[in-house]
């Protein structure tokens, strides 16, 4: 009973005592960066976002002036491919479901050959430059859903989808779920890599949280490597700004040049099916 009372009166002097301390850190000044996001998508018009990117500590107010203080203006940007130069103009342009911007377009339409090559070079207003380059991958269609019904509760339903692996190959897929439209925040969105693959088989599935009448959006994207680096990064640096015991994570970009650049050219080749659950 003494040791349990003499701890009992340590814990609370200590809790008394003020164990927090004030620690100034010094950090070094950040210099913003040009940041690329630019996806091909086979038959959709060359596109591109060109940005600056903010300190973490910075203000990032959305007010009249945030596109003025976030688009990166004024630069040249080409891309080119099988003898081709497209010059994408600097006109900001919504897309709708999903609902994105972008500052850099072009009226022609990217080909889906695939193995096409196709280099990005972007003249910065500074004078600087910015380079990448990326191919065509095949389209990974979805073979097959399959709607399973609950054997314990019949209101209840699943999704299994199904695809057909390349294994003489190294493939990344981006899978994305979304339920009643594009612009709902997506049920599962994850990266898979087909490395430990055995078969080459592979399925992706649900819950059983589904009820008739739902509509399901399965969408398949058969991704580079460099994709799935780059978007892995992106979730890791994320992860990390929401724990401050966390390591800092980079973002792994594949563009390069003398302006510093962050982000993304890539490919992306989509298969897409919709379904309504109903028996």
């Not at 040009?34 to 091909?40: A, N, Q, T, W």
């Not at 095949?138 to 509760?153: A, F, G, R």
């Amino acid at each position: 009973m003494k040791n349990l009372l003499f701890a009992l009166l340590t814990t609370l002097s200590l809790a008394a005592c003020n164990l927090t301390q004030d620690v100034d850190i010094e950090l070094p000044d950040y210099a913003g960066q040009p940041v690329v996001e630019c996806y091909l998508e086979p038959g959709q018009p060359f596109r591109l976002l060109l940005t600056n990117s903010y300190g973490f500590f910075d203000p990032f107010g959305l007010d009249s002036n945030f596109l003025d203080k976030t688009l990166l203006q004024g630069a040249l940007v080409t891309i080119s491919y099988d003898g081709t130069t497209d010059t994408l103009a600097n006109t900001l342009i919504p897309t709708f479901s999903p609902f994105k911007i972008y500052n850099y377009n072009s009226s022609s339409l990217v080909p889906s050959t695939v193995g096409t090559t196709f280099n990005l070079n972007i003249v910065l207003p500074n004078g600087t430059n910015i380079t990448g380059q990326t191919t065509m991958l095949p389209k990974v269609p979805i073979d097959s859903i399959v709607l399973e019904w609950s054997e314990t509760n019949d209101t209840s339903a699943r999704v299994l989808t199904y695809i057909t692996d390349d294994l003489s190959m190294d493939n990344f897929y981006r899978r994305l779920l979304n339920y009643a439209s594009l612009d709902s925040v997506p049920e599962q969105d994850f990266l898979v890599s087909d490395r430990l693959n055995t078969t080459n088989k592979v399925v992706f599935g649900t819950g059983y949280d589904l009820v008739e009448g739902d509509t399901v959006i399965n969408s398949i994207l058969h991704i580079e490597e460099a994709y799935y680096n780059y978007y892995e990064s992106v979730l890791l640096a994320i992860q990390g700004n929401q724990n401050p015991f966390a390591q800092p994570s980079p973002i792994k970009s594949n563009v390069k040049g003398s302006g510093n650049p962050l982000g993304i050219f890539t490919t992306l080749v989509v298969d897409r099916n919709t379904l309504i659950v109903k028996r």
